[in-house]
């Protein structure tokens, strides 16, 4: 089954400054790749996927990820932080074709400093 | 509704007690997911259903754990003689098609805010 590695449990940047949020998979094919935000007592929110094409994503709020299938990569970008960006993160892989379930990484938790 | 909708928002039961969580899925979506969330990690996934049938119920941890989804939309995730290790977040999502299938599927998932679930 695939499987997802976020090394980094927790991260803090300053208001503005730029941010990478690390995501590794394991996956004998192709896969399907999301990153999800979850803000505290909210639910998970898409905020972008990859699943063929053009492998630099852009998503909501600013986000973009992109997708190294030497590196088994799909880490999440942003140039500018907002203090409305602290959050959990989590990076998820989906199959194709086989198993429909979707394995979600650890996550990383955002704090951002004034 | 416009969203999934999960109730209980939360739940507080006694060890050993049977518990029930419902799952409200967007309408029209034919695949629906159950995760469990525990502090500090990720959702792992416990069962997915596509239409009335689980297709993959290997996340589920036991014999504890059952899912249903007799008419294909709602559905209930049924825990047997609760323990404490079973606290956690109960997150409900569904999908349109599924994340797997064929390239034109493209596998988002719409989740619900979660049952929490405190086992005493």
């Known amino acids: 089954a695939q499987s997802v590695t976020q090394p980094d449990i927790h991260i803090t940047v300053s208001e503005g400054a730029s941010l990478e949020l690390r995501c590794n998979y394991s996956y004998g094919a192709t896969p399907y790749l999301f990153w999800y935000v979850q803000s505290p007592g909210q639910g998970l929110q898409l905020l972008l996927k990859y699943f063929s094409g053009d492998t630099l994503v852009q998503g909501i709020k600013g986000f973009e990820a992109e997708f190294k299938r030497s590196q088994s990569s799909f880490n999440l970008r942003k140039p500018s932080v907002h203090w409305s960006d602290a959050a959990e993160y989590f990076c998820a892989v989906g199959a194709w074709g086989g198993n429909n379930d979707m394995r979600f990484g650890a996550g990383t938790r955002l704090t951002v400093k004034p | 509704g416009a969203g999934v909708s999960q109730t209980p928002s939360n739940k507080v039961t006694e060890k050993g007690k049977y518990v029930e969580l419902r799952c409200d899925p967007i309408s029209g979506h034919t695949a629906l997911y159950w995760y469990r969330q525990s502090l500090g990690q990720g959702p792992e996934f416990l069962i997915y259903?596509?239409?009335?049938?689980?297709?993959?119920d290997s996340g589920l941890p036991n014999d504890r754990f059952f899912a249903v989804r007799p008419e294909g939309s709602v559905s209930t995730l049924k825990i047997q003689r609760t323990e404490r290790g079973d606290s956690a977040v109960y997150l409900c999502?569904?999908?349109?098609?599924?994340?797997?299938?064929?390239?034109?599927?493209?596998?988002?998932?719409?989740f619900g805010e979660g049952s929490r679930l405190t086992v005493l």
């Open positions: 999502a569904s999908s349109l098609t599924g994340t797997g299938g064929t390239r034109v599927n493209t596998g988002e998932l719409f």
């Open positions: 259903f596509q239409g009335t049938g689980a297709a993959d």
